[in-house]
């Protein structure tokens, strides 16, 4: 179990609304990723989920009990934190097993648990080691593992791997995935991190300014955004707007992701001024100024050698091509 239903929910913070009425079903076993821009309300509805934040006015509902009111512990969630709050002066073992004791569990309970989560997230060798004597991703695996103890319902994320490296990043992310399909609870999980977001989600909710702005798995969001703001959201690098009319389409703007666009040094649709270049080793990205679309960005498999302020001529995959209307909505 572990099913999640949000009915019209709000937050105010004194006068400011934070959260403007969200409508959210999260299904038992699901993995839904929160994102949206910074400030979009994203850890504030987690946190009201938890129970850590009061909710001012709709319903939040586990497994079909409004739970409102219900302190967080005994909302049947475990949170893991951009933070890993663990004690300095416990063990690893007893980090992870301290909840429990709390409960009132048997020393034998806790053994067995902390043992299988040690386990699954290859901690046996640490478990007699204090958090200091950890390095930050083996620190996020005992916030983790100290989770999993705990059996939850619901797992909670809060951006859990923005305190690592980039390899550190993969690897967790990865170890996060696995212990998804191992536990199949069901986990909500907040990001900015594009990767994480399609990596890991089932679904992905897009969240701005307070609301939501499209649900959906990461290829429906990617393949079909319904306006200008998922269509730039989803997707790294962004993808290009073009003006419609300069295409010879109804007013609005022509979205189309950079691995759509063909460049060629002949000919091409768009001639375009390139006015930077970037070699990753295993794709290009050239940018491309055009005077009325503006930069456009074009990702290239390999490495390329074109060059600053030389003219190129791009040409759009008519068919990858998504026609916005003035207001940003997805024509249809
Ligand atoms: N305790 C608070 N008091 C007043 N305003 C708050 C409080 N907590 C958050 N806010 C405001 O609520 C809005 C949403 O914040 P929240 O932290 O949920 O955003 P977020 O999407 O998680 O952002 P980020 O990605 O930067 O963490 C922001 O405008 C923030 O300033």
């Given at each position: 179990m572990g099913a999640l239903e949000l009915r019209g929910v709000t937050k105010n913070f004194g006068k400011t609304e934070v959260i403007k009425g969200v409508d959210l079903t999260v299904n038992a076993g699901e993995f839904c990723v929160f994102v949206g821009p910074s400030g979009c309300g994203k850890s504030t509805l987690l946190r009201m989920i938890a129970g850590l934040e009061d909710t001012t006015g709709g319903d939040i509902l586990l497994d079909g009990r409004?739970?409102?009111?219900?302190a967080p512990a005994r909302r049947e969630l475990a949170m893991v934190f951009?933070?890993?709050?663990?004690?300095?002066?416990?063990?690893v073992r007893d980090n992870m097993g301290l909840a429990l004791k709390q409960a009132g569990a048997s020393r034998s309970e806790i053994t067995a648990a902390t043992d299988r989560a040690a386990a699954m997230l290859e901690l046996e060798p640490l478990m007699d080691r204090r958090p200091a004597e950890l390095s930050g991703g083996q620190r996020q695996r005992v916030a983790i593992g100290r989770a999993i103890v705990r059996r939850p319902k619901l797992f909670l994320f809060d951006?859990?791997?923005?305190?690592?490296d980039a390899a550190l990043r993969v690897a967790t992310r990865i170890e996060i995935a696995r212990l998804h399909r191992e536990l199949k609870t069901t986990m909500i999980y907040v990001t900015h991190d594009q990767i994480e977001a399609m990596t890991l989600a089932h679904r992905i909710v897009v969240m701005r300014q307070g609301r939501i702005e499209q649900v959906g798995s990461p290829m429906e969001l990617y393949n079909n955004p319904a306006n200008t703001f998922v269509a730039g959201f989803i997707g790294s690098p962004q993808m290009n707007f073009l003006d419609a009319t300069a295409l010879g389409l109804a007013p609005g703007r022509v979205g189309i992701r950079p691995e759509h666009l063909t460049i060629s040094r002949g000919t091409g649709e768009i001639p375009a001024t390139v006015s930077h270049i970037e070699k990753l080793g295993g794709e290009t990205l050239v940018y491309a100024r055009h005077p009325q679309h503006g930069m456009l960005t074009v990702r290239l498999f390999g490495e390329h050698d074109y060059s600053v302020d030389e003219t190129v001529h791009l040409t759009l995959h008519r068919e990858r091509m998504f026609e916005f209307d003035p207001a940003g909505k997805r024509r249809t």
């Amino acid at each position: 179990m572990g099913a999640l239903e949000l009915r019209g929910v709000t937050k105010n913070f004194g006068k400011t609304e934070v959260i403007k009425g969200v409508d959210l079903t999260v299904n038992a076993g699901e993995f839904c990723v929160f994102v949206g821009p910074s400030g979009c309300g994203k850890s504030t509805l987690l946190r009201m989920i938890a129970g850590l934040e009061d909710t001012t006015g709709g319903d939040i509902l586990l497994d079909g009990r409004r739970v409102n009111d219900l302190a967080p512990a005994r909302r049947e969630l475990a949170m893991v934190f951009q933070t890993y709050a663990l004690y300095p002066h416990l063990s690893v073992r007893d980090n992870m097993g301290l909840a429990l004791k709390q409960a009132g569990a048997s020393r034998s309970e806790i053994t067995a648990a902390t043992d299988r989560a040690a386990a699954m997230l290859e901690l046996e060798p640490l478990m007699d080691r204090r958090p200091a004597e950890l390095s930050g991703g083996q620190r996020q695996r005992v916030a983790i593992g100290r989770a999993i103890v705990r059996r939850p319902k619901l797992f909670l994320f809060d951006e859990p791997l923005s305190n690592l490296d980039a390899a550190l990043r993969v690897a967790t992310r990865i170890e996060i995935a696995r212990l998804h399909r191992e536990l199949k609870t069901t986990m909500i999980y907040v990001t900015h991190d594009q990767i994480e977001a399609m990596t890991l989600a089932h679904r992905i909710v897009v969240m701005r300014q307070g609301r939501i702005e499209q649900v959906g798995s990461p290829m429906e969001l990617y393949n079909n955004p319904a306006n200008t703001f998922v269509a730039g959201f989803i997707g790294s690098p962004q993808m290009n707007f073009l003006d419609a009319t300069a295409l010879g389409l109804a007013p609005g703007r022509v979205g189309i992701r950079p691995e759509h666009l063909t460049i060629s040094r002949g000919t091409g649709e768009i001639p375009a001024t390139v006015s930077h270049i970037e070699k990753l080793g295993g794709e290009t990205l050239v940018y491309a100024r055009h005077p009325q679309h503006g930069m456009l960005t074009v990702r290239l498999f390999g490495e390329h050698d074109y060059s600053v302020d030389e003219t190129v001529h791009l040409t759009l995959h008519r068919e990858r091509m998504f026609e916005f209307d003035p207001a940003g909505k997805r024509r249809t």
